[in-house]
Structures are given as C-alpha cells and as structure tokens.
C-alpha cells in the first residue's frame, strides 16, 4: 500500500493499480486476488472460508451491539469503532471452546468469564477514555443498572475540554443476545450539571429497571460536555470529547 502526494487525486484501477480515499489519505496498491468462485468452492481454500464465516458473525455482532445503543453513539463514538468493536468480537468468537473451527461464534464465547472480561471496559470514543475523564468512584446495582456516584463535584471530579461549561451523565441496561440478534436497552434520563464546585449525589436509574431477554447483560455509562452561550447548551465540538463505555458484562441473572 502506498500514498499519493501528488496534487490531483486518482480514484479508480488504472493499469493494475487500483487507487482510493480511506480514513488515512488517498492511497494506491496494487490489484489482485483470487477469483471469488474458486474461494467458495476450491477445498485449498476450506480454511479462507471458515475465517470468512467467523469474521462474518464478528462484524454482525459488532453490528447488533451498536444498534442497541446507537442513540448513544450518535454523540459519543470514534471514526474506528466498527473495526475496533470487530475486532473485538474476534477475540470473545475465539472463547468458544465447543464449536468447530468456522462455527465458533460470539454468542457462545460471550457466555464465557473470559468473553465478558474482553467486553467489560470497552471505549466507544478512543479520545475520551471513561477513566481519563472520571475520577470519582461509581457504584452499580447490576438488578436495576443504576449508577450511582456520591458527592460528585465536577470542577474536581471531571476532566472537562477547555470551553465546556456543563456536563451530562446517562445510564444505559442492555440485554444482547448475539446468537439470536435480539436486544433490548433501557436509558436513565440525563442528568446535566455546571461545571463548578457544587457537590452532588447522581443517580441514574434506567427507565423500567432490567431490560426483556436472556441474553449478556451489558450496563454503559455515558458522559457528554456542553457549553452554555445565551442561556443554550451546545454540544462541544459535535461529541468528540464525549465518554462512552461498558461499565459492567454478566450473563444470566443479575447479580447485586
């Protein structure tokens, strides 16, 4: 793979060289491959298909989890999260202990400690990390999802971006069942603080307690930063300093 730096760009394959825009810059490499039908059936490539097959189920899982919380994401998310959370879902897939190698799947490795200890922590934004932003102990009460954060004073508390004014806090209680597709989530209404010196007790409490499903109970927590001008609130700088993290993975019944 190279980078053009050349003043016009090229987009398209000219004489073998296929050129294209990405998340990097324009870049150029060089076209090949093997033809698709001889993949799908030639037994030399049995192995390309079960990694094809298990990666498939990665990406579709990413996709279910994101689709959960995407009101979330909307304002708190980075340009790669689909491939970190892919990625991800890799590793949980290679849990599965029981499968068939091409059959292993998220839904079986996330039944897994292990798979819920990858999970646990994830960063929807890698620019604003949960733990780099909030320094006040948080509880859980894994029945309900209710995060609750005492004395919280955000000037000390919080590392907020220069030009921030207010800060807003909101709780999320997922259900994912990956093998079926199925999820529901419940939100706690925000709670918005000025950014000062005014200690406060927070409680965000997801609206109708545990969410419906059988499946990997996912509890996030959400921070967002605002500035004040004219009595408005405007997100600052369209969410890129907001948090957005997975506090907590447990399969099966809740656990206070």
């Given at each position: ?23 990097d810059g324009h870049l150029v490499r060089e076209k090949g491959g093997v033809d698709g039908e001889r993949i799908a059936n030639d ?131 997922a259900n994912v069942d990956f093998a079926s597709g199925i999820s529901a989530v419940n939100f706690s209404p925000s709670i918005s603080?000025a950014i000062d010196g005014v200690s406060t007790g927070i409680a965000l409490i997801p609206q109708g307690g545990a969410p419906a ?44």
């Amino acid at each position: 793979m190279a980078r053009q730096n050349g003043i016009l760009k090229i987009k398209g394959t000219i004489g073998g060289m296929t050129f294209y825009k990405s998340q990097d810059g324009h870049l150029v490499r060089e076209k090949g491959g093997v033809d698709g039908e001889r993949i799908a059936n030639d037994p030399a490539f049995i192995r390309t298909r079960e990694n094809g097959q298990e990666f498939g189920n990665a990406g579709t899982s990413g996709k279910i989890l994101r689709d959960a919380i995407r009101i979330m994401m909307m304002t708190a998310s980075d340009s790669r999260v689909t491939s970190r959370l892919t990625k991800l879902m890799m590793d949980i897939l290679k849990q599965d202990s029981v499968s068939a190698r091409g059959e292993r799947n998220v839904g079986v490795g996330i039944s897994t400690p292990e798979g819920n200890g990858l999970l646990n922590g994830f960063n929807f934004n890698i620019k604003a990390i949960l733990g780099s932003i909030l320094f006040k102990p948080y509880t859980l009460d894994t029945a309900t999802g209710e995060i609750g954060i005492a004395g919280l004073v955000p000037i000390n508390d919080i590392v907020a971006p220069v030009g921030a004014t207010h800060v807003s806090l909101r709780s999320a209680f997922a259900n994912v069942d990956f093998a079926s597709g199925i999820s529901a989530v419940n939100f706690s209404p925000s709670i918005s603080l000025a950014i000062d010196g005014v200690s406060t007790g927070i409680a965000l409490i997801p609206q109708g307690g545990a969410p419906a499903g059988t499946g990997t109970n996912i509890y996030l927590l959400q921070i967002e930063f605002f500035q004040e001008v004219n009595g408005q609130l405007y997100s600052l700088k369209n969410g890129a300093y907001n948090a957005l993290a997975i506090v907590e993975v447990n399969n099966g019944a809740p656990v206070v």
